[in-house]
């Protein structure tokens, strides 16, 4: 566990002026070696890693099942290494130095990163345990890859690859191994421009992850595909892919997959000029990859930063960030990144008429572009692109062999074969049909079932119970006038409400006038201190797009009562809807309030805890109403902060398809 990065950079820079350098690196000294004083193994650990040595498995899934939650942890790892090094247990050996070497690589620290791979690769070879020689093999040529040294990496990759297909019958491990050989060489092709071969990888890799019910590996593959396409100017299919990917690092918690989808959304808005769309994802992102301590995800972020902020006019603050991704994209020696920030600063000096500066990062950037895609490395890929365009020629001449084969032996078949067959087919459509109409029946019960609930959620007894009272008030206080404005108003939303609940979609008009209805009669019981804003932007036409009824009232109910309810002063919730694209609209509901974190502890806090249901079903409504489009729905929560990270609220972002 290390201190966030950021964190140092405000003591260096605010506790320590410049005078005070010494005493600075002294005291985060003493910080370190106070810190790993105060780590030891525990006796726990210690009896698990002599259980481990003793019984001596030999594959990978046997040693992560009970080492995975310690394998980021340096002390705990070199501890096992070493017990395992005095029983002469070689395999386990091998697993501690490569989650070593793993861990140094994700810091960007890639010659001890290759040292401890090479040598979990040699305890591998000693062992003849050819998983784990695999294994070590892959982490080789990320290694390697990471730091632009295509040919080194393909070689690893490829000799990997080669020992995992040699096995008639390969372990899942093994497979795992195939999966990260053919990945690992599609992300080569792809740094070398050669998209059509890079997703073919990619795609190899898919069908196979899929087989696996490799969650981690379909996320991984559809974000690479996601970054070819992207590089072939293919901007929205790309987005879907991202999208698709961020899907699967959320429902797997996956953090730094998480991190490095929204950096690759962000940077497709940057190439959209979304710009300040772009702005809302990396600010918190990069917070979040700070935490992560991932230099070259969090150098990336920096980049793409001072972009925004360049396209934007914001030169000074373009520059910091530029130069700061620059720097640490130098010292961790990321040639890829080095070039880019290059670029954008010769871009950057450009449009600050500095010409001399802006030639002379050009200069550098150029440099840097021929040096990754040097003469060697271009030799070399030809050869591989030879190999492979010949490999799958053979492959497809071979594929028409079998074929024919199949095609002949079919023709020699007696006719009864044929009648079986025929009635065999009758048999198994009849299966199907009789299967269709199960699944249409449980669709539609589960659309009535949705339905119920939504009505339910609508017409929530509390809701109905305190807006009566409310009204009552005002009958008791000899407010006629309100009564009876407000009665009105209760009586149409239940009307529309009830009206609606029968209805798969209506029109983005209905939908705004029912929201207006609700947002009136909830605003009795906050004293009319909420401020509801409604903005719909050109070219929308309310009456003609169609959403599903009723989805945007559980939003609302959530921004008042978790948001708004516990926050003093002035409480305002806008309701903005836009088109995103051809096939998308926006609407989006930000509110001023406290925020989810606090409003979670005051949830927490209170005895009677007020569970919404809404959400879920809404959800789950939004999902069926996508069936019927090519794309499906998104929904974003952002937690907005200001530059001290104090909570100014929550954002709900609906992204709904409308081809």
Same mark, same amino acid.
């Given at each position: 566990?290390?201190?966030?990065?950021?964190?140092?950079?405000?003591?260096?820079r605010?506790l320590f002026?410049?005078s005070?350098k010494?005493?600075?690196f002294?005291?985060?000294?003493?910080i370190?070696?106070?810190?790993v004083?105060?780590? %030891?193994?525990?006796?726990?650990?210690k009896?698990?890693?002599?259980?481990l040595i003793n019984?001596?498995?030999?594959t990978y899934?046997?040693?992560?099942s009970?080492?995975?939650?310690?394998?980021?942890?340096?002390?705990?790892?070199?501890y096992?290494n070493?017990?395992a090094?005095?029983k002469q247990y070689?395999?386990?050996?091998?697993?501690?130095?490569?989650?070593?070497?793993?861990?140094?690589?994700? =810091?960007s620290?890639?010659?001890?990163?290759?040292a401890?791979?090479?040598?979990?690769l040699q305890?591998?070879?000693?062992?003849?345990?050819? %998983?784990?020689r695999?294994?070590?093999?892959n982490?080789l040529g990320?290694?390697y890859?990471r730091?632009?040294?295509?040919?080194i990496?393909l070689?690893?990759?490829?000799?990997?690859l080669?020992l995992?297909?040699?096995?008639?019958n390969p372990?899942?491990e093994?497979?795992k191994g195939i999966?990260?050989?053919?990945?690992?060489?599609?992300?080569l092709?792809?740094?070398?421009?050669?998209?059509?071969?890079?997703?073919?990888?990619?795609?190899r890799?898919?069908?196979?992850?899929?087989?696996?019910?490799?969650k981690l590996?379909?996320?991984i593959?559809y974000?690479?595909?996601?970054?070819?396409?992207?590089?072939?100017?293919e901007l929205?299919?790309a987005?879907?892919?991202y999208?698709?990917s961020l899907?699967y690092?959320?429902?797997i918690e996956?953090?730094?997959g998480?991190i490095?989808c929204?950096?690759?959304?962000a940077?497709i808005?940057?190439?959209?000029n979304?710009l300040?769309e772009?702005?809302?994802i990396l600010?918190?992102n990069?917070?979040?990859?700070?935490?992560?301590?991932?230099?070259s995800?969090?150098t990336?972020i920096n =980049?793409n930063?001072?972009?925004?902020l360049?396209e934007?006019?914001?030169?000074?603050?373009?520059?910091e960030f530029?130069t700061?991704?620059?720097?640490?994209?130098q010292?961790?020696?990321?040639?890829?990144s080095i070039?880019?920030?290059y670029a954008f600063?010769?871009?950057?000096?450009?449009?600050k008429t500095d010409?001399?500066?802006?030639l002379?990062y050009?200069?550098?950037a150029?440099k840097?572009?021929e040096e990754?895609?040097?003469?060697?490395?271009?030799r070399y890929i030809n050869?591989l692109?030879?190999k492979?365009?010949?490999?799958k020629?053979?492959?497809?001449i071979?594929a028409l062999?079998?074929?024919?084969e199949?095609i002949?032996?079919r023709?020699r078949?007696k006719?009864?074969?044929?009648?079986?067959?025929a009635l065999?087919?009758?048999l198994?459509?009849?299966?199907?049909y009789?299967?269709y109409?199960q699944?249409?029946?449980?669709?539609?019960k589960q659309?009535l079932?949705?339905?119920?609930?939504?009505?339910?959620?609508?017409?929530?007894p509390?809701?109905?119970?305190?807006?009566l009272?409310?009204?009552?008030?005002?009958?008791?206080?000899?407010?006629?006038k309100?009564?009876?404005?407000?009665l009105?108003?209760?009586?149409?939303?239940?009307?529309?409400i009830?009206?609606?609940?029968s209805?798969k979609?209506?029109s983005?008009a209905?939908?705004?006038e029912?929201?207006?209805?609700y947002?009136n009669i909830?605003?009795?019981r906050f004293?009319n201190?909420?401020?509801f804003?409604v903005?719909v932007?050109?070219p929308?036409?309310?009456?003609?797009?169609?959403i599903?009824?009723?989805?945007?009232?559980p939003?609302l109910e959530?921004?008042?009562?978790?948001?708004l309810?516990?926050?003093?002063?002035?409480?305002?919730?806008?309701l903005?809807?836009?088109?995103e694209?051809?096939?998308? =609209?926006q609407?989006?509901i930000t509110?001023?309030g406290?925020?989810r %974190?606090?409003?979670e502890?005051?949830k927490e806090?209170?005895?009677?805890?007020r569970?919404?249901?809404?959400?879920?079903i809404?959800k789950?409504?939004?999902?069926?109403?996508?069936?019927d489009?090519?794309?499906?729905f998104q929904?974003?929560i952002?937690d907005?902060?200001?530059?001290?990270?104090?909570?100014?609220g929550t954002?709900v972002?609906?992204?709904?398809?409308?081809h």
């Amino acid at each position: 566990m290390s201190f966030p990065s950021s964190i140092f950079l405000f003591i260096r820079r605010f506790l320590f002026p410049k005078s005070g350098k010494f005493l600075f690196f002294l005291i985060l000294a003493l910080i370190s070696a106070t810190k790993v004083i105060s780590q %030891e193994v525990t006796e726990d650990f210690k009896r698990v890693t002599d259980s481990l040595i003793n019984a001596a498995p030999k594959t990978y899934k046997d040693l992560d099942s009970i080492l995975n939650s310690k394998r980021s942890d340096t002390i705990y790892m070199r501890y096992f290494n070493n017990e395992a090094a005095k029983k002469q247990y070689l395999s386990g050996q091998s697993y501690a130095l490569n989650q070593l070497g793993r861990k140094y690589r994700d =810091i960007s620290q890639y010659t001890k990163a290759v040292a401890l791979h090479q040598k979990g690769l040699q305890a591998a070879i000693d062992d003849n345990n050819l %998983e784990f020689r695999v294994f070590s093999l892959n982490m080789l040529g990320v290694v390697y890859r990471r730091n632009d040294s295509i040919k080194i990496a393909l070689d690893y990759h490829q000799e990997a690859l080669e020992l995992a297909e040699s096995v008639p019958n390969p372990s899942n491990e093994l497979k795992k191994g195939i999966n990260v050989s053919l990945n690992s060489i599609g992300n080569l092709y792809l740094t070398l421009k050669q998209y059509e071969i890079a997703i073919s990888q990619f795609k190899r890799a898919m069908e196979s992850s899929k087989e696996l019910g490799n969650k981690l590996g379909l996320a991984i593959n559809y974000q690479n595909i996601g970054e070819c396409l992207e590089y072939k100017g293919e901007l929205e299919e790309a987005l879907h892919y991202y999208r698709t990917s961020l899907d699967y690092n959320n429902e797997i918690e996956n953090d730094k997959g998480k991190i490095i989808c929204k950096n690759s959304i962000a940077q497709i808005y940057l190439k959209q000029n979304k710009l300040y769309e772009a702005i809302e994802i990396l600010e918190p992102n990069l917070l979040a990859a700070e935490t992560l301590g991932d230099m070259s995800i969090i150098t990336a972020i920096n =980049i793409n930063m001072g972009w925004a902020l360049m396209e934007l006019k914001q030169y000074d603050k373009a520059e910091e960030f530029l130069t700061s991704g620059l720097e640490m994209s130098q010292k961790h020696r990321l040639p890829s990144s080095i070039a880019q920030a290059y670029a954008f600063l010769s871009k950057l000096f450009t449009y600050k008429t500095d010409y001399k500066n802006a030639l002379e990062y050009y200069q550098l950037a150029e440099k840097f572009h021929e040096e990754i895609n040097s003469e060697v490395n271009r030799r070399y890929i030809n050869d591989l692109i030879i190999k492979y365009e010949t490999e799958k020629k053979t492959n497809q001449i071979e594929a028409l062999a079998r074929e024919n084969e199949f095609i002949n032996l079919r023709l020699r078949k007696k006719t009864n074969t044929l009648i079986i067959g025929a009635l065999g087919m009758a048999l198994l459509t009849f299966i199907l049909y009789i299967l269709y109409r199960q699944k249409e029946l449980k669709n539609e019960k589960q659309i009535l079932t949705l339905e119920q609930s939504m009505l339910r959620s609508q017409m929530n007894p509390h809701f109905l119970f305190n807006s009566l009272n409310s009204i009552k008030l005002y009958i008791i206080n000899n407010e006629k006038k309100n009564a009876v404005h407000y009665l009105n108003k209760f009586s149409k939303l239940v009307r529309k409400i009830l009206e609606s609940s029968s209805l798969k979609e209506i029109s983005l008009a209905d939908e705004l006038e029912t929201i207006d209805l609700y947002m009136n009669i909830e605003n009795i019981r906050f004293s009319n201190e909420i401020n509801f804003k409604v903005r719909v932007e050109e070219p929308i036409d309310e009456h003609t797009v169609k959403i599903p009824s009723l989805i945007l009232q559980p939003f609302l109910e959530n921004a008042l009562w978790h948001g708004l309810s516990s926050k003093e002063g002035e409480k305002n919730i806008l309701l903005h809807v836009k088109r995103e694209n051809d096939k998308f =609209i926006q609407i989006s509901i930000t509110d001023n309030g406290v925020g989810r %974190e606090a409003s979670e502890r005051i949830k927490e806090s209170k005895i009677l805890k007020r569970k919404s249901i809404g959400i879920d079903i809404t959800k789950e409504r939004l999902a069926n109403f996508s069936k019927d489009f090519e794309n499906s729905f998104q929904v974003e929560i952002i937690d907005l902060y200001d530059v001290n990270k104090v909570a100014l609220g929550t954002k709900v972002v609906l992204h709904i398809p409308t081809h």
